[in-house]
């Protein structure tokens, strides 16, 4: 009788086993994120680690770094940690993305919100045949949000613009965008997605 519970035990324990955890670092010395690329096989999990500093985890799109994926492609129900206000030393704030069978070959690109413009991006699951590179996506980040150009919605002067993105911003410049930028609360959704895996 009690057979068929304990096959999902160990088929749940096997699954478990393979998993990996791979942690990205935020809020480090070098870069916001420390792996900047990871690479996550399906059934991984991929761990944002807030150390120091107040950052986010935010997934946005390779053509705009620094945008809420939600915001420009209301099809992404992207991940956001929201703000993470780290005291030095202090452990326990985390985000988790799992990587699930309808996610696996997805490429997450991701942001902070403090430090986008300085290039305070990164990537999971990159696809090694794309042009869309993370040396493109931090150009993008840097050419879109940095300093140089935050008053200026003119092409950039004084790098070389990727060729693998849209020459401008074409997102209205709404304030309150940002503001409502960070209502998808990925730590609280994924879990029901593993819940409903394994059910
Ligand atoms: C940053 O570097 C300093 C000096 O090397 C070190 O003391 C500190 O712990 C580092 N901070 C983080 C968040 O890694
Ligand atoms: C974190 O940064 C955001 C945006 O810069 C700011 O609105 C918020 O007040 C900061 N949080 C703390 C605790 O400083
Ligand atoms: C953080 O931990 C390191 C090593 O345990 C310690 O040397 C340092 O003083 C701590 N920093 C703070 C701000 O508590
Ligand atoms: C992911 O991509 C691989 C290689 O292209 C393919 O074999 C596999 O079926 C894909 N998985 C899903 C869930 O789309
Ligand atoms: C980056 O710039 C775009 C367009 O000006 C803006 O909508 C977005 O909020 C900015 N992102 C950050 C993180 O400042
Ligand atoms: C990776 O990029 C190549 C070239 O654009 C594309 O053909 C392929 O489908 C992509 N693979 C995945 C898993 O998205
Ligand atoms: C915006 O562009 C104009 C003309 O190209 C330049 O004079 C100005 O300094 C720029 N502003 C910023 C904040 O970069």
Not at 135 to 153: E, K
Not at 163 to 180: F, I, L, N, Q
Request: proline share 4%.
């Amino acid at each position: 009788m009690n057979a068929p519970v304990h096959a999902g035990a160990v088929l749940v324990i096997a699954c478990l086993a393979a998993a990996k955890t791979i942690v990205i670092t935020v809020g480090g010395n070098t870069t916001t994120f420390v792996p900047q690329s990871v690479a996550a096989a399906l059934g991984d999990i991929v761990t944002f680690n807030f150390v120091s500093g107040n950052h986010t985890a935010t997934e946005s799109t390779f053509s705009n770094p620094c945008i809420p994926a939600h915001e420009t492609d209301i099809t992404i129900n992207g991940f956001d940690s929201g703000f993470r206000e780290t005291r030095s030393n202090t452990s326990g704030s985390i985000l988790t993305v799992p990587i699930l069978i309808q996610n696996v070959n997805h490429t997450f690109w991701f942001f902070d919100y403090n430090s986008c413009g300085e290039g305070g991006v990164g990537v999971i699951n990159d696809n090694e045949s794309s042009t869309e590179t993370l040396a493109g996506f931090v150009r993008n980040a840097i050419r879109l949000n940095g300093t140089s150009s935050s008053d200026n919605t003119s092409t950039s002067t004084s790098s070389r613009p990727s060729s693998t993105t849209s020459s401008s911003p074409s997102v209205s410049a709404s304030k309150s965008a940002a503001d409502r930028a960070f209502w998808i609360g990925a730590s609280n959704a994924i879990p029901l997605f593993i819940a409903s895996l394994f059910i």
